[in-house]
């Protein structure tokens, strides 16, 4: 089948959510959605179904949604067991249709863009790319250095889809070692392979992963903060193998891994896990301006400070692929104090992006004017939509 996708995004294209239709997803039996072209905010009772609306939307995304949920959580309780996720979108090659879900008895996630089977997640970068902020994140600094991977790998993949199947592929080979190492009798050639795999995945990955780190820290330096109400972050890596390419070509940084893991079975087995490479990683997320780790500042500081660090984000997308992401923000307001409420709007609006984001009451976003549409959920399924006064 020929691909009908042009050779380059259209650069004038802005990248807009216009419909959404949910089945039997979470709380919504049958709920359709039409939005303005423009930012959307969801106001309603906590159990209203605001959440789940967004986790739809995070499904348009390569990867398991922001919940990270099976499809069994996903299916409404009580109906037939599946779901379907529908979404039109105005995207960098124009308007597409994207849908996802599950059928009941049957394994695995379904995927169509315009109505056409996909066998991978990758292509649905071409057209929506989605970058979310929700409240399990606002432990990101005083979490385990495993969520603070994650966070950058969701970032990695916003500007470069194949760095999820590299990332999985590595998992993968590690895994397989970690097995091969409890045998009694390994087998040495199987486990060279395997290391081989791991060297050149792993640095491909860690790879990445610094180069998206380094544009990001040039573009906090340059981008506005909101007069100080979202203060700078300083980022940067810190591993083994990111600590070597600082100073070596990545080939010679491959070699040294593959020689590392071979020398290391020994040690590894005793320990009952690879303890080498890029899943030993972690992102140093620090406070720039009181030059103090992130994970010691306070918890509004820390909120301020991810805040800041996900717009960052969304420019650097747009910055680098010419497509503006997407954006969900959960409950994004409700530990920021006035201030940062009045900039996070203005910050939101000058990015340019369309931002879908939930509170239980609107008064909160009205700074964001005709800038944004207004969505009341009372209850799953009813709705009332409308505009912020100008």
Request: with cysteine; aromatic share 4%.
């Amino acid at each position: 089948m020929t691909d009908p996708r042009p050779e380059a995004p259209r650069p004038e294209a802005k990248v807009r959510v216009s419909r959404l239709r949910l089945t039997d997803f979470r709380n919504h039996a049958d709920l359709a959605l039409d939005f303005p072209g423009r930012s959307v905010v969801l106001v309603g009772p906590n159990g209203a179904g605001k959440t789940n609306v967004l986790e739809a939307l995070s499904l348009l995304a390569p990867g398991r949604g922001f919940r990270r949920a099976t499809l069994a959580e996903m299916a409404r309780q009580g109906g037939p067991g599946g779901f379907s996720v529908m979404a039109e979108v105005e995207g960098a090659f124009g308007p597409v249709r994207i849908g996802t879900g599950a059928v009941a008895g049957e394994p695995g996630r379904r995927l169509l863009v315009d109505g056409e089977p996909q066998k991978g997640s990758e292509r649905l970068s071409d057209h929506l790319r989605l970058i979310w902020l929700v409240p399990a994140m606002d432990g990101l600094f005083t979490g385990p250095a495993g969520d603070r991977r994650r966070f950058l790998d969701r970032l990695v993949l916003a500007v470069d889809p194949g760095h999820g199947r590299r990332v999985s592929s590595y998992e993968a080979a590690v895994a397989g070692r970690n097995r091969l190492l409890e045998a009694r009798e390994a087998d040495a050639a199987w486990l060279d392979a395997l290391e081989a795999e791991i060297a050149a995945t792993g640095v491909a990955v860690a790879a990445a992963r610094r180069e998206t780190v380094h544009c990001l820290a040039r573009l906090i330096e340059t981008r506005p903060d909101g007069g100080g109400a979202f203060p700078r972050a300083a980022v940067q890596l810190s591993g083994d193998v990111d600590a070597a390419l600082d100073g070596a070509a990545a080939a010679d940084v491959e070699d040294w891994l593959r020689a590392d893991l071979k020398a290391g079975r020994s040690r590894d087995r005793a320990a009952g896990r690879t303890l080498a490479g890029p899943h030993r990683s972690d992102l140093a997320v620090r406070h720039a301006v009181k030059d103090m780790p992130a994970s010691a500042s306070s918890t509004g500081e820390q909120k301020a400070l991810l805040t800041g660090l996900v717009l960052a984000q969304a420019a650097l997308v747009t910055e680098l692929t010419g497509q503006p992401p997407v954006l969900l923000l959960d409950e994004v307001a409700a530990h920021l104090d006035a201030r940062r409420r009045r900039a996070l709007v203005e910050l939101v609006a000058a990015l340019g992006v369309q931002a879908f984001m939930t509170g239980t009451e609107a008064a909160p976003f009205e700074g964001l004017g005709n800038e944004a549409g207004i969505i009341a959920v009372p209850d799953a399924g009813a709705l009332f939509s409308g505009d912020f006064p100008a």
